[in-house]
């Protein structure tokens, strides 16, 4: 008898009155099956990430994969600090932050840095510090006067232009 839950208990579960629940309240969200099939997925593939270290022949498959499916590869992550002070560096740069995980703020000194180019050249510099699949770099005029000239660029280093990797959302950076 001490397995069972008192009668009350039991009857409170199943009449939503006398359990104090809302009947009106939407119900909880479940995930759809897509859902559950990408975390299996991205869980085989974070499993296997983890052998790579120990079994050579095994990184390039896992690279593949990971280029194919567009998700960065976590043991090769962008140090955040290193990328700084490299973009620091270059030409025509005034500042570098990070925005969030992904994305990476370059400030420039003038219109005529304000290009995709200054785009390449910061994936170029970062391209030693990791997997540059999982930055997107942001370029803006550090010296804008007009406000179409406070524009952001955005780009991920390694996708073209308005693709992001896998679970990377376009971040608005641009405020009107």
Known sequence: ?????????????????????????????????????VGAVLGAVVATVALVPFVPALAERVAAILHWARIPDP???????????????????????????????????????????????VCRALEPLGDTLGVVVNVQDATATRVQDTRTLSRNCRLPVGERATFQSIRAIDVR
Request: proline letters at 6%; zero cysteines.
């Open 1 to 37: 008898a001490w397995l069972l839950p008192p009668p009350s208990t039991a009857l409170a579960r199943t009449d939503p009155a006398r359990a104090g629940v809302d009947r009106h309240r939407a119900p909880r969200r479940r995930w759809s099956a897509t859902r559950w099939i």
């Open 75 to 121: 043991m090769r992550r962008v140090d955040h600090d290193r990328a700084r002070a490299t973009a620091m560096e270059l030409r025509g740069v005034r500042s570098a932050f990070w925005l969030d995980g992904d994305d990476f703020m370059v400030m420039v000194a003038g219109q005529r840095w304000r290009t995709m180019a200054t785009i390449d050249a």
